[in-house]
């Protein structure tokens, strides 16, 4: 059997908005009642068909690494960013601060490898806007407990995170409660189908062979890379529990 080729997606955000949940959610179609805290980081897979109806369907395991969002593992994160090919913000709608403190993870996780160009900053500093085009890394922003809102659910897909709009990112809004909520042919499927296909696309068909933190400033000798968004992505994997398989790296409480 060939080999399967790989991506790792970093899925970040506050505690208890809901990561762990989502992750199984999308790895085995399944709701999770009572999720435990994860402790360090869990990692899931899930087999995402790349492209799916055209010549170039191929096959991938795509690594959903679901980082523990307490403040207290803040200085030992870091080990779990390196590589990173696409980034997961996650957030609570019925809470605004951990909306807002999608920035901060933002600059947490591109601060990884002790990058020159973020070391010593600290998030107001971080202007998500140089990541937009050919320098930016595959982000999905995904508000979670739609269920739990007064407002309607069309009322709050159309609410717009802020760092959704700064950095140019896909943003759904999920039930982490209800399957439907990103059943097959759902728009929500549709975008997370196609930041896979982001994720992978820069990854393995030439738009990751540099880093994708470029400083805007140095552009004398830098290569270019062409953006995945030039591209028409097509709506592609189902979330069924036959798609995906998972192992744990870390214990959860």
Not at 42 to 50: F, G
Not at 74 to 95: A, E, K, Q
Not at 146 to 168: F, K, N, P
Request: glycine content about 6%; some cysteine.
């Amino acid at each position: 059997m060939a080999s399967i080729d790989k991506v790792k997606v970093i899925v970040v955000g506050d505690s208890g908005v809901g990561k762990s949940s989502l992750v199984h959610q999308i790895c085995h179609g399944q709701t999770i009642s009572n999720p435990s805290w994860t402790v360090g980081c869990s990692v899931e897979m899930k087999i995402h068909e790349y492209r799916e109806g055209t010549p170039n369907q191929k096959t991938y395991f795509v690594e959903l690494w679901d980082v523990g969002g307490s403040s207290s593992h803040r200085n030992t994160r870091s080990v779990f960013y390196n590589p990173t090919h696409g980034i997961i913000l996650v957030h609570d709608l019925t809470n605004r601060k951990s909306e807002q403190n999608l920035q901060k993870w933002l600059a947490e996780v591109l601060n990884r490898e002790g990058n020159s160009k973020f070391k010593n900053h600290t998030f107001d500093d971080f202007d998500p806007e140089q990541f937009v085009g050919s320098t930016q890394i595959p982000i999905l922003v995904i508000g979670t407990k739609v269920d739990l809102l007064e407002a309607s659910r069309a009322q709050a897909q159309r609410r717009s995170a802020t760092i959704a709009e700064e950095c140019g990112a896909d943003e759904i809004a999920v039930d982490n409660t209800e399957v439907r909520s990103l059943a097959a042919g759902s728009s929500s499927a549709v975008k997370l189908s196609r930041f896979f296909d982001k994720v992978i696309e820069r990854r393995h068909h030439g738009r990751d062979r540099i880093s994708p933190y470029v400083d805007r400033n140095n552009l004398s000798g830098r290569r270019q890379m062409s953006s995945p968004l030039s591209n028409p992505m097509s709506p592609l994997s189902t979330l069924s529990p036959l798609s995906a398989y998972s192992f744990k790296s870390a214990h959860n409480d």
